[in-house]
């Protein structure tokens, strides 16, 4: 009989394996908009492993501003920029199979260090547990207010910062004079 | 709900975030770059999150949110800038701007 | 032991003498350049004018209260205690040093007095009475002192005077260098002093002077190893500072200072500190027989050699030099035959003519505008004659010349104990005579090129009375300061003996006739006229003979060998000055610059190295990260 736990247990590890290959797909791609959109995959699936974990609210914002929101404002940057074929020519010329030695290594180096700490800690019992948004909002509107409020003085400066920093050069700030 | 194990959770996150890493080290591109910074931001959430799920405490989705926050504003602030980088050098090769070499 | 009477009280004044003048430097260094000039020279003076008047004073005193053993010590404080050496700040007066500081205080307050006309025109004002206050603080140190350390102290302190004041126009690189070589030479004597020093402390125990000569001659035999060490080594000392052979190239060119300092320093006071020494620790010579003849057989040959050369030069001061080498030479030798008041004698007759001679030669500088060469000067008797006069006097007193002058009496002194001592020798005589008929005839040949003949430069300046006065007065000692001492043919007066003779043993003399006595005086009488007459045959009569002489081969090789010196600068060039600089040409790139050069040659190999790293791309900074992060995590990972 397969119990409810076991189940949720088989959806981790295949959603697990989702995002591994689909972000192992993201940094492999040659073309931007492929990577994107394996992004997105990856994106979903680590989020269907929020939600096996008893965090739907993480869940939902994964979806919906990560996959949703950033993911699309990198498609709408890269159809900005209308790179074309040439990109991809030259992505081709960068990713040959030796430019990947080293980092690889570091990375793998990093992966097996931080695996090996995490196998020999032994295994943790959880009991699962669903934590509810409700529960989220009174975590963040109780003992972390002032992170909320710090949160939104950073996307007010990320804000700005994005619009001043976006313009093209030369754009006059307010039609104060004529614009030539 | 699962009954997973938190090493497997944080073993995910942590094969995630080298993935990320191997990105960020390999690609030229500034777009993949900040691609692969973006996995590796997901990878630490996902490691609060089953930090969270652990201890059976919101304090995990909150530091989500937070990172969640953070990501966002960080890559419109990138896009920005690689909208400017991309007017400057005419192309998307970070290796152009090395000027800060001694 | 303290006498009594209001005389004890004068006695106790004896700090103050150096005290003045050292006060007095103090001042003028620490506030001098915010006084005026006349403030400035009412310190300078005034400080060493009290000093003369309390050396007077202390004089007058210790003659009317003869304390015990006609000696008066006065400890002022103790300057450090350390493993067994504490030597004291402690003053000793007895004959010997009261004649020294009588010289120093009255000679030097009259120089002093000399200099504020002299100069008046310099910017280095304050500075100069600032140096000149603390040479006679350090000579008085040096004469009053109790102990060898204390001695010591002022025996530098002179030494850095002599080097400030020579150097006093330092702009000018020659006399940076004159400055130099005369420290570097006196230098070579303090060392082996030093290294006597040493020696004396080790033996005794003490440095107090009067205990080491009392207990030297009972714990050395004559004659024994460490006698002539350390004689020897106080030898070099004053050998050095005295400029007598070999260490006598400094002189002349110490000439580049100032005429005041010149008088001063190289010619009244700091050059016979030498001859002071010799004669404060003469037991240890006594004790070293080897030792005092080498100080006779260096007197002898250096009066000769000073005065040889002083006939073939042309600056004025450079002839004044030669012929202080040469009169030091003559004290010397009365003191390498024993004759110790004798050489005191001579040095104060000494002090008086040649300081006199010095400040004529700088008012005769002063007037021709800075004109040195005597070829240039001629014919000036007309137009300065109060400087002809005073400087005929010390010419004459120089000259020995007989009956009248100062300098008669002591050379005559000297000769006749150089012949009678049991430790001299007729041909030491001889040496002497000869250097006498010398002296007569460059101090004369210095008065008719100078004085005599045609007008060579105009006169700018007429001098003040700073200046008259203290010629006058110089002139005036150097006739009458003879009188104190006759020898027997002459009515036998020997005050002057007779008080040092508390102080200084006395010379032991060999049996030796009355006749004798007068046929030698007769000699040397003759001697000295002679000379006289030589130089007016050559240099007033027939002025072209010394060119004539000088240009025949011999005469002209003679002249050169003569003019540089007798080749001693030449010689130490070649022995000392070339395999130094070769040396040190050779081990320029030494190993020791190594240590140095390693430590900027790592810190530059160090930048080189971290360069590589600073490429300018992201994506190796974010490798250096991730390499980080991971060294990081395996020092945790195998804790």
New interface residues.
């Given amino acids: 009989m397969l119990r409810r736990e076991d189940a949720m247990n088989s959806v981790f590890y295949i959603s697990a394996a989702v995002a591994i290959l689909s972000t192992v797909m993201v940094i492999t791609r040659l073309n931007a908009v492929h990577a994107l959109l394996y992004m997105i995959v990856s994106l979903l699936s680590v989020a269907l492993i929020f939600f096996v974990l008893g965090a739907p609210f993480a869940a939902a914002l994964e979806v919906i501003i990560y996959a949703g929101a950033i993911m699309v404002l990198f498609v709408f940057v890269i159809m900005m920029l209308n790179l074309g074929e040439r990109a991809r020519t030259q992505e081709a010329l960068w990713l040959k199979p030796g430019t990947w030695m080293g980092p690889s290594l570091l990375a793998l180096v990093l992966a097996l260090e931080l695996v090996y700490i995490l196998a020999g800690t032994g295994v943790t019992p959880v009991t699962p547990a669903e934590i509810t948004p409700k529960q989220v909002g009174i975590a963040l509107f109780g003992p972390y207010l002032l992170g909320v409020e710090l949160a939104s003085l950073l996307l007010l400066a990320g804000l700005v910062a994005a619009y001043h920093l976006g313009r093209r050069a030369g754009q006059s700030d307010s039609g104060t004079g004529d614009k030539s | 709900?699962?009954?997973?194990?938190?090493?497997?959770?944080?073993?995910?996150a942590?094969?995630?975030?080298?993935?990320?890493?191997?990105?960020?080290?390999?690609?030229?591109?500034i777009?993949?770059?900040?691609?692969?910074v973006?996995?590796m931001l997901?990878a630490a959430?996902?490691a609060f999150?089953?930090a969270?799920?652990?201890q059976?405490?919101?304090?995990?989705?909150?530091m989500?949110?937070?990172i969640?926050?953070?990501?966002?504003?960080?890559?419109?602030?990138a896009?920005?800038?690689?909208?400017?980088f991309?007017?400057g050098f005419k192309t998307?090769?970070?290796?152009a701007?090395?000027?800060?070499?001694? | 032991m303290r006498p009594t009477g209001c005389e004890a009280n004068m006695l106790d004044l004896l700090w103050l003498i150096p005290a003045f003048p050292l006060g007095g430097f103090l001042l003028l260094v620490l506030a001098g350049w915010c006084l005026p000039r006349k403030g400035v020279a009412a310190v300078g003076v005034g400080t060493v004018g009290i000093a003369a008047i309390l050396a007077l004073m202390v004089a007058v005193a210790f003659a009317l209260s003869a304390p015990t053993n006609h000696a008066y010590s006065q400890q002022l404080r103790i300057w450090f205690s350390v493993a067994g050496l504490s030597p004291s700040v402690s003053l000793y007066l007895d004959a010997l040093s009261l004649i020294m500081v009588l010289v120093v205080t009255v000679v030097g307050f009259l120089i002093h007095l000399y200099s504020v006309e002299y100069m008046a025109d310099d910017d280095g004002y304050c500075r100069f009475f600032a140096y000149m206050n603390l040479f006679v603080a350090a000579m008085l140190t040096l004469v009053l002192a109790d102990n060898l350390v204390l001695l010591y102290l002022g025996w530098e302190g002179v030494g850095l005077c002599s080097y400030l004041l020579i150097g006093f126009w330092y702009r000018e690189p020659t006399n940076a260098k004159a400055a130099i070589k005369a420290f570097v030479m006196t230098r070579v004597g303090d060392t082996a002093m030093l290294v006597g020093l040493f020696l004396l402390f080790h033996s005794f125990g003490t440095v107090q002077i009067q205990e080491i000569l009392q207990r030297a001659p009972q714990e050395w035999a004559a004659g024994s190893t460490l006698a002539l060490l350390a004689a020897a080594l106080l030898l070099a000392g004053a050998v050095g500072k005295s400029a007598q052979l070999p260490l006598q190239a400094w002189l002349p060119d110490a000439m580049a200072g100032p005429t005041p300092v010149s008088a001063l320093i190289h010619a009244a006071t700091m050059v016979t500190a030498g001859v002071y020494l010799i004669a404060r620790t003469n037991v240890l010579f006594t004790l070293a027989p080897a030792v005092q003849s080498a100080v006779a057989v260096i007197g002898v040959g250096t009066l000769l050699l000073g005065g040889l050369s002083a006939l073939t030069q042309f600056d004025i001061k450079r002839v004044l030099a030669y012929s202080t080498i040469s009169q030091i030479g003559y004290m010397f030798l009365a003191l390498g035959v024993g004759a110790w008041s004798a050489a005191m004698f001579h040095f104060v007759t000494h002090a008086c003519f040649k300081s006199l001679l010095f400040l004529a030669a700088g008012s005769v500088i002063l007037s021709a505008g800075h004109e040195q060469n005597m070829l240039r000067l001629g014919g000036l008797r007309r137009e300065l004659p109060l400087t002809f006069w005073t400087f005929l006097i010390g010419a004459c007193s120089l000259a020995s010349l007989p009956l009248v002058t100062a300098g008669f009496y002591s050379k005559d002194e000297i000769l006749w104990y150089v012949w009678s001592s049991e430790r001299g020798a007729a041909w030491l005589w001889l040496g002497g005579l000869a250097g006498a008929l010398i002296t007569a005839v460059y101090s004369f040949r210095m008065v008719f090129l100078t004085f005599f003949g045609k007008a060579g430069t105009l006169v700018t300046h007429r001098n003040g009375t700073a200046i008259r006065v203290p010629l006058i007065i110089l002139a005036v000692l150097s006739v009458i300061v003879g009188f104190v001492q006759l020898p027997d043919t002459f009515g036998d007066v020997r005050l002057f003996s007779r008080v040092l003779d508390t102080a200084l043993p006395k010379v032991v003399t060999g049996a030796v006739s009355h006749a004798t006595e007068v046929i030698l005086q007769v000699v040397a009488a003759a001697a000295c006229l002679v000379g006289i007459g030589v130089a007016i045959l050559i240099y007033l009569k027939r002025p072209d003979y010394a060119e004539t002489l000088a240009e025949t081969p011999a005469g002209s090789v003679l002249h050169r060998f003569w003019r540089a010196g007798w080749g001693f600068d030449w010689l130490y060039h070649q022995c000392f000055v070339r395999p130094f600089l070769w040396i040190a040409r050779v081990n320029r790139n030494d190993f020791i610059d190594l240590f140095t050069d390693a430590v900027s040659l790592t810190a530059g190999l160090a930048n080189d190295a971290l360069r590589i790293t600073q490429t300018g791309r992201v994506r190796q900074y974010a490798a250096g990260i991730a390499l980080g992060a991971i060294v990081a995590l395996w020092i945790v990972v195998l804790r």
């Fill in positions: 709900m699962a009954s997973l194990p938190m090493e497997h959770g944080l073993i995910l942590a094969i995630l975030f080298s993935l990320g890493l191997a990105g960020v080290l390999v690609r030229r591109n777009i993949f770059m900040l691609l692969s973006e996995i997901n959430g996902l999150i089953v969270g799920y652990a059976g405490q919101p304090d995990g989705q909150v989500f949110i937070f969640l926050t953070m990501a966002a504003a960080k890559v419109s602030v896009l920005a800038l690689v909208l400017q991309y007017r998307l090769d970070v290796d701007a090395d000027r800060m070499r001694g």
